[in-house]
């Protein structure tokens, strides 16, 4: 073993709170809304890096309109469960988003701030319309005001996974929505 490999991170135990089946029925409603809401328009959609990433490539397959895929990066630093609310982006858009209907893919929202942040830097580029697509939502959490459009699930104030969301950058390749569960 190289004496300098990074320590192995191993996975906690966890249970299934929601299953695939579940999710792909719930995302393909969601994709039937969005195609009958813009019909006639060629939406953006903009996901919120990491854990947009197998929520969106799910949803993008049941839009049948023409569209886009961009990304932004808004990190919301966490140790852990821990959590330091500064939120700091990266990640260029370098589609012209001006006149665009945009819709911002995330994961999870949680405490809101990540995407009410996000819609507020988009303002700048005046989009035709923002509107909020995320997979879970965690409303006892919001610190802000905010609209989610479309919402797959609400989930308590528990800290979940898998379905791209991630404890310490692992259980995001995890095909349905976990809970960690004490040993
Ligand atoms: P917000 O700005 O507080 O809404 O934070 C949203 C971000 O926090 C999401 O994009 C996730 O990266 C992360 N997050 C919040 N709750 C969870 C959770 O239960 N599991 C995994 N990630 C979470
Ligand atoms: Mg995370």
Redesign the pocket.
């Known amino acids: 073993m190289n004496p300098s490999a990074p320590e192995k991170k191993r996975m906690q135990p966890f249970e299934i709170l929601l299953t695939r089946e579940k999710i792909d029925k719930r995302i393909a409603e969601i994709g039937r809304q969005i195609n009958n809401d813009y019909a006639g328009e060629a939406p953006v959609l903009l996901g919120?890096l990491k854990?947009c990433v197998v929520f969106l490539a799910d949803l993008m397959r049941t839009i049948k309109l023409p569209m886009e895929v961009e990304f932004v990066s808004a990190a919301?630093y966490r140790n852990g469960h821990d959590r330091d609310d500064r939120?700091q982006f990266g990640g260029a858009v370098p589609t012209e988003l001006k006149g665009r209907h945009i819709l911002i893919i995330?994961?999870?929202?949680?405490?809101?701030?990540?995407?009410s942040l996000i819609k507020k830097q988009l303002a700048a580029q005046e989009p035709a319309s923002v509107e909020i697509v995320a997979l879970l939502d965690?409303p006892g959490s919001h610190r802000v005001g905010l609209d989610i459009k479309y919402k797959g699930f609400s989930v308590g104030n528990e800290?979940?996974?898998g379905y791209g969301?991630?404890?310490t950058q692992l259980y995001r390749n995890l095909p349905f929505i976990g809970k960690m569960v004490d040993q």
Do not use: A, H, P, Y
């Open positions: 919120v854990g919301s939120v995330e994961g999870i929202v949680d405490t809101g701030r990540t995407v965690k800290f979940v996974i969301l991630d404890n």
